[in-house]
């Protein structure tokens, strides 16, 4: 079954403490990305990437970094979670089309609260 | 900076009634168009797109968007709704000279029975 698989789905932690939020398809789909979303904001971009090794940032990257050493992996990392990044966070995938990405595919969301 | 607005946030209408939600963007040039669903408790999904040709678009569950290019608009339409369509609306838009997706802030739709 085609998907996009985020760990852990849900996730209480404490301010300052190091956490990874995994995220991994089976479309071999080049694009991926992660996203945000607080109500009354929609969904925020915080990181995009193209390809393997090729990252770049969104809208919302500050407090965050991403890696992608394998095309079906794009993992999330909170180096020292701060109270503001508590909010629901979904990573996504896509085939580009003329290099450009095309509809996403969303995992299940990932509900991470830092106390 | 690019954005992507919807303006309509929460929208409350009885079943059969005729819905329509707007949409504009404020990129210049080409760009991809989508709007996608979220029904309570679950992730997003794709309702239907645009990239090119004919501007009406026809997506899932009769729901349908119209791309006018001199407006800046795609907006989402659907002739009769049902309680079932009670969810969480977003447009968003790629420019086709970027790699970002830039999402609305949504539109929170609400069917009576």
């Known amino acids: 079954e085609a998907q996009v698989t985020q760990n852990p789905r849900y996730l209480i932690t404490v301010t300052g403490k190091k956490l990874t939020v995994t995220c991994s398809q089976n479309m071999n789909h080049e694009y991926m990305s992660w996203y945000r979303q607080d109500p009354g904001l929609g969904l925020r971009q915080i990181y995009y990437?193209?390809?393997?090794?090729?990252?770049d940032k969104g809208d919302v990257p500050e407090g965050y970094k991403v890696s992608r050493k394998e095309k079906r992996n794009f993992p999330l990392i909170l180096e020292s979670p701060s109270p503001n990044q508590t909010s629901l966070y979904f990573c996504?995938?896509?085939?580009?089309?003329?290099?450009?990405?095309?509809?996403?595919?969303f995992g299940e969301g990932s509900r991470l609260t830092v106390l | 900076a690019q954005s992507v607005s919807q303006h309509n946030h929460h929208v409350i209408l009885s079943e059969a009634a005729s819905l329509e939600l707007g949409c504009n963007y404020s990129?210049?040039?080409?760009?991809?168009l989508f709007w996608y669903v979220q029904y309570p408790g679950q992730h997003l999904q794709l309702l239907l797109k645009?990239?090119?040709?004919?501007?009406l678009v026809k997506g899932i569950k009769g729901f349908e968007a119209e791309f006018i290019k001199s407006k800046f608009s795609f907006n989402l339409r659907k002739p009769s709704v049902q309680w079932s369509d009670t969810a969480e609306y977003f447009c968003?838009?790629?420019?086709?000279?970027?790699?970002?997706?830039?999402f609305g802030k949504g539109t929170r739709l609400h069917i009576l029975p």
């Open positions: 990437s193209m390809n393997v090794e090729v990252t």
């Open positions: 968003a838009v790629n420019a086709r000279w970027d790699d970002k997706i830039i």
């Open positions: 645009y990239f090119s040709g004919d501007p």
């Open positions: 990129y210049g040039g080409t760009v991809n």
């Open positions: 996504a995938s896509s085939f580009t089309r003329g290099g450009r990405p095309g509809e996403l595919f």
